[in-house]
């Protein structure tokens, strides 16, 4: 069984055992950056800032059994201040005519803009390698849970939600747009200026070309990157599409990766929650519950959520296989959310 919970202090060993797994941005391999996380988190569950932007949730996905911490996701409650701003370059086009000799262009154009007021952004997801592909589909858990606990908590959220995903980069894993821009204007490597930009984005606003970018004038792969997910985040953007979210036609300034957003009100797992009472007193049959990823009551966690089977019984009460309820050790009646799991 895997559960979905909030970050712990007891999970730090494990997270540093992950991050040194790959290297992640968000899940440094440094103990102390990361127990600082931690901090932060549990901070946001249980006490959060009215400044949305200090408010960082951390999930992490469990092996219940075996106690081991296999994936994280993350929750930004706003991506974009007056002393952070968040930049993009706007997708778009120009047109040109000369009707001296009768011929005109339409080009693409990139152009850098910033946001003092932004969104709420969800990031960070991370799933072990070995369990990527998993029947149980884990990664889809990681970032469902999210949405569970922004429909549960839509106050401490923006209205409009934000996700930026992952170009494909080239077999030196080199982002071909920043090689073709960045690069020329800032005078580092791609992941130099990432982790720079995490605490200081001033010399983005004061080395980037303020005016438009004319995509003719790049190379041919650099153009092809703009606004495309490489192969391994193409399952993110197709399950991000099914459930409202959409391209805005802007992208990361460094390598062009495509930026995605949806109104938290109209995120179809949120839309499609459920409320009630989760009780004993009616029997549990399978085959009529919903697959779901349901929210429970813990002693230990501001929040505890795992996928499971619930039975629907139509008088806002529900029920769950009992076995479950013996594992868990669950306290019912307890009142519970639950957004559907497809």
């Known amino acids: 069984m895997f559960v979905l919970k909030s970050v712990q202090h007891k ?76 930049f993009y370059l706007a997708v778009g086009q120009e047109a040109k005519f000369s009707q001296t000799i009768n011929t ?37 858990q990681l970032s469902f849970g999210r949405f569970l606990f922004m429909g549960m908590h839509p106050e401490r959220f923006k209205p409009l939600v934000h996700s930026e995903l992952m170009p494909p980069f080239d077999k030196q894993g080199n982002s071909p747009l920043w090689e073709a821009i960045g690069r020329r204007f800032m005078n580092m490597h791609y992941h130099e200026a990432d982790i720079l930009s995490r605490n200081n ?41 099914s459930i409202g979210f959409k391209y805005t036609y802007e992208v990361d300034p460094f390598d062009g990766g495509p930026h995605y ?7 179809k797992p949120i839309k499609e929650k459920i409320s009630g009472l989760l009780i004993t007193n009616k029997s549990f049959d399978v085959s009529k519950a919903r697959d779901v990823i349901i929210s429970l009551e813990h002693p230990e966690h501001d929040f505890f959520a795992l996928r499971t089977m619930l ?3 139509g008088d806002g009460q529900f029920s769950l296989d009992p076995n479950l309820v013996k594992e868990l050790n669950l306290k019912l009646p307890q009142k519970i959310t639950a957004i559907p799991f497809h």
Do not use: W
Request: charged content about 25%; aromatic content about 8%; some cysteine.
């Open 11 to 86: 999970d730090l060993k494990d997270l540093f055992k992950l991050s040194n797994i790959m290297n992640f941005i968000n899940l440094p391999s440094d103990e102390e950056l990361i127990s600082s996380k931690i901090d932060s988190s549990i901070k946001s569950f249980k006490n959060p800032s009215p400044d949305f932007s200090k408010n960082y949730y951390i999930f992490v996905l469990e092996n219940y059994e075996a106690g081991e911490i296999l994936g994280v996701s993350m929750i930004h409650a706003q991506h974009g201040t007056e002393n952070e701003p968040h």
């Open 104 to 140: 005109g262009f339409v080009h693409g154009t990139l152009k850098l803009g910033l946001d003092t007021n932004g969104p709420t952004e969800i990031g960070g997801l991370i799933l072990n390698p070995d369990f990527r592909g998993h029947k149980d589909k884990l990664g889809k």
């Open 201 to 241: 984005k001033e010399f983005i606003l004061s080395l980037f070309p303020s005016e438009n970018i004319y995509q003719t004038l790049l190379p041919m792969e650099a153009r092809e990157a703009i606004g495309k997910v490489g192969k391994e985040t193409e399952p993110v953007r197709k399950m991000l599409e």
């Open 261 to 267: 957003r949806c109104p938290l009100k109209d995120i």
């Open 311 to 313: 039975q629907v019984h």
